[in-house]
């Protein structure tokens, strides 16, 4: 399996794990954005801590590195912030469609910090793609300025943290040590509010934070992964399959049925991934036969 099927296979477990972990904080119930957040990264800094402490990976840091790093976790952090805070004040849809704008900035983010050009079909996917995002999740039109503003800015900080993990994976930082710095960066800007503002919760939000906290690890590690095996304008586009992953959910816990609209919307989306991934492959054998050839 080359690193590219690697990286379609990995952001794709990522778009599930992220769909689940959507989930269970639904399920948590009324709680703070802060305070879900927080054992959002928590879970997180814990496995990554243990798969640090067995690995034992080489941490020879460079300065453009430990700057990579920096960025990747400030972004990431304030990416988490605006998508709670877009959520808690607009329309879901709307936050929603604000959210998946991420993987268009990590594109324009990656020709202007990694030099890495999408081609004339990878562009065009992606845009097809966030039209099918469009039929699910229909925006109202009816956006406050600071909430969308506020969202969008999720979306594009979004983006450049998976542009940094890309940069950083490049570098042959290792993926469980870039997860463990975002999440412990996280959870320390995160502290404070959960200090300010805590609420009780009981045995079951606590067991359903967890899972959601589990759920997080798995979408963090294989997102990291994702983008350290492949550059974002041949997987971001995959995506978008935690949009379809959480009608799924949805339909399944809480019996919620997509309407005609949204079946189109998973239509554009799933065929215009599979065409990424036969026109990656393509690419791929052609190389490998060029090669053999020469």
Same mark, same amino acid.
Request: hydrophobic share 50%; proline share 4%; charged share 10%.
């Given at each position: 399996?080359?690193s590219?099927?690697k ?8 778009s599930?794990?992220? $769909? ?6 639904r399920?948590?119930?009324?709680l703070?954005?802060? @305070?879900?957040?927080?054992? !959002?990264n ?5 496995? $990554?801590?243990?798969?640090?402490? !067995? ?14 790093l920096?960025?990747?976790a400030?972004f990431?952090?304030v990416?988490v ?7 808690d ?6 936050a ?14 990656a020709?202007?910090?990694?030099k890495?050009?999408p081609? !004339? ?18 925006p ?13 800015m ?6 450049a ?51 959601a ?8 590690f294989?997102?990291?992964a ?6 974002a !304008?041949e ?17 399944l ?29 393509? @690419? ?5 036969q ?5």
């Amino acid at each position: 399996m080359t690193s590219k099927q690697k990286g379609i296979l990995c952001i794709t477990a990522s778009s599930f794990f992220f $769909a689940l972990m959507n989930l269970f904080v639904r399920l948590s119930g009324d709680l703070p954005a802060m @305070q879900k957040s927080f054992f !959002r990264n928590a879970v997180a800094l814990i496995f $990554a801590a243990v798969l640090l402490f !067995r690995e034992r990976p080489s941490l020879s840091l460079t300065p453009k590195s430990k700057r990579d790093l920096f960025w990747r976790a400030l972004f990431g952090t304030v990416g988490v912030l605006c998508n709670f805070y877009s959520v808690d004040h607009l329309v879901l849809a709307d936050a929603s469609m604000l959210n998946k704008m991420s993987p268009f900035f990590a594109v324009l983010f990656a020709i202007f910090l990694l030099k890495e050009k999408p081609s !004339r079909f990878q562009s065009i996917s992606i845009f097809i793609a966030f039209l099918g995002v469009l039929c699910i999740v229909k925006p109202t039109g009816n956006l406050n300025l600071f909430p969308a503003f506020i969202g969008l800015m999720g979306g594009v900080t979004a983006g450049a943290a998976y542009t940094y993990v890309r940069s950083l994976g490049k570098q042959g930082v290792a993926g469980p040590f870039i997860v463990f710095f975002f999440s412990a960066f996280s959870c320390i800007v995160l502290l404070p509010f959960l200090v300010l503002d805590y609420h009780p919760m009981t045995w079951s939000q606590l067991g359903i934070l967890l899972l959601a906290g589990l759920s997080a690890a798995g979408g963090q590690f294989t997102i990291t992964a994702a983008y350290c095996y492949a550059p974002a !304008r041949e997987i971001s586009v995959y995506d978008y399959f935690q949009i379809p992953f959480s009608a799924l959910l949805g339909f399944l816990v809480f019996g919620q049925i997509p309407d005609w609209l949204s079946w189109i919307g998973y239509a554009i989306i799933c065929t215009t991934a599979v065409a990424m991934f036969l026109h990656t492959t393509q @690419q791929t054998n052609d190389i490998y036969q060029q090669k053999g050839g020469s």
